[in-house]
């Protein structure tokens, strides 16, 4: 699977820039909901293409989730340090904690427990805060591959994929922070196989995996910590669910590819480009469909006037009209004689 995640065949490159946009909405979202976001995938897609601002801590946490991934691309060839890791965490949870001050900062004691979602029972109780500072800075030097996993064996070889599985779950085990944890290892998970040159791994949403198999998540932490912290359990969970990753990933492009043929052979309008044939092509399904110039932006990879153009080009073919909302915000929506524009609109020969 190493190879597999370095390969840069299996994405068109015209549609990276999209896919990626959309993978790191589909990860910020999962990656909420595992820790109790209660909202669904439409609703956050929309409030993130639209650039809404969030109505409650639900879309805050989807929010933070969303900017804290692009902040991990920004961060792959930083060394890890204590302080990143609470970088990481104050982005996680900002605006999100019952005590903002917790943001951004290590546990200051003992009273912090992990239970059992479903049953409330206390399945693992971390570290003493007074060791925090001394395991933290072993964590820091195992991630940035400044010290062997084992005494024994100093020249071992730890594949990637094991090495950012372990440094997941010593999140977790450790349990640094008040709140965030979670989201905060598998953030370190993204950033060390993408360290290592997994750029694939920016296409695929763990965390959606995860979502759906979350007693298998839990017991593979508990698996792990009832049999001497042997990793093999939450190791091969790590495997099972980036190569379930990966599958969906495949099947997705597939299907995405599969469109954009189709839209080719029998949907081709004159004068319209493809990302302009592609919302025609929404707007032949969904005729209820609204845009934003931010929303375009965001969903292509655009900067704001090329956006721009393209929506204006189709309101002057008849295809979109809009509307405004608001003094400054422009709603563009599929035109009254969007039919007409379309027959309009197709070769002749």
């Known amino acids: 699977m190493g190879g597999i995640l370095r390969a840069d065949s299996l994405i068109p490159a015209a549609d990276k820039n999209r896919y990626l946009v959309g993978s790191i909405m589909e990860e910020a979202i999962a990656s909420s909901q595992l820790e109790g976001a209660a909202t669904t995938r439409e609703v956050a897609k929309d409030m993130l293409r639209k650039k809404r601002k969030p109505r409650n801590q639900s879309e805050q946490m989807i929010v933070n989730n969303y900017q804290t991934i692009q902040f991990i691309l920004e961060q792959k060839d930083q060394l890890l340090t204590p302080a990143l890791l609470c970088q990481i965490q104050a982005r996680m949870t900002q605006g999100t904690l019952d005590a903002p001050g917790q ?13 059992d979602f479903t049953t409330g029972e206390v399945v693992h109780i971390p570290p003493d805060q007074q060791h925090l500072s001394r395991l933290l800075d072993w964590f820091c030097a195992f991630a940035n591959e400044e010290i062997p996993a084992r005494v024994d064996a100093p020249g071992a070889f730890i594949h990637p994929i094991i090495r950012a599985s372990m440094l997941h779950f010593f999140i977790g085990y450790i349990h640094p922070f008040a709140d965030g944890n979670g989201r905060t290892a598998r953030a370190v998970f993204y950033w060390y196989l993408l360290r290592k040159g997994y750029w694939l791994l920016e296409y695929m949403s763990i965390s959606r995996i995860i979502h759906k198999s979350m ?5 593979a932490y508990l698996h792990t910590e009832n049999d001497d912290n042997d990793l093999t359990y939450f190791i091969n969970y790590q495997v099972k669910t980036l190569d379930l990753a990966f599958t969906s990933l495949q099947q997705y492009i597939a299907r995405k590819v599969a469109e954009k043929k189709q839209l080719r052979s029998f949907r081709q309008l004159d004068g319209l480009n493809e990302r302009q044939m592609t919302l025609v092509h929404e707007l032949m399904n969904d005729p ?5 110039i931010r929303e375009v932006q965001t969903k292509f990879g655009l900067v704001y006037e090329t956006a721009r153009t393209d929506l204006m080009h189709l309101e002057q073919l008849g295809l979109l009209t809009k509307r405004r909302e608001g003094k400054l915000r422009l709603l563009y929506m ?7 524009a379309i027959t309009r609109l197709r070769p002749t020969n």
Do not use: H
């Not at 943001?103 to 239970?115: A, H, P, S």
């Not at 599929?334 to 007409?340: P, S, V």
């Open 215 to 219: 007693t298998q998540y839990a017991k």
């Open 288 to 292: 209820d469909a609204i845009w934003t």
């Open 103 to 115: 943001e951004g900062r290590f546990r200051l004691n003992d009273e912090v427990r992990v239970t």
């Open 334 to 340: 599929r035109a009254e004689g969007f039919d007409e």
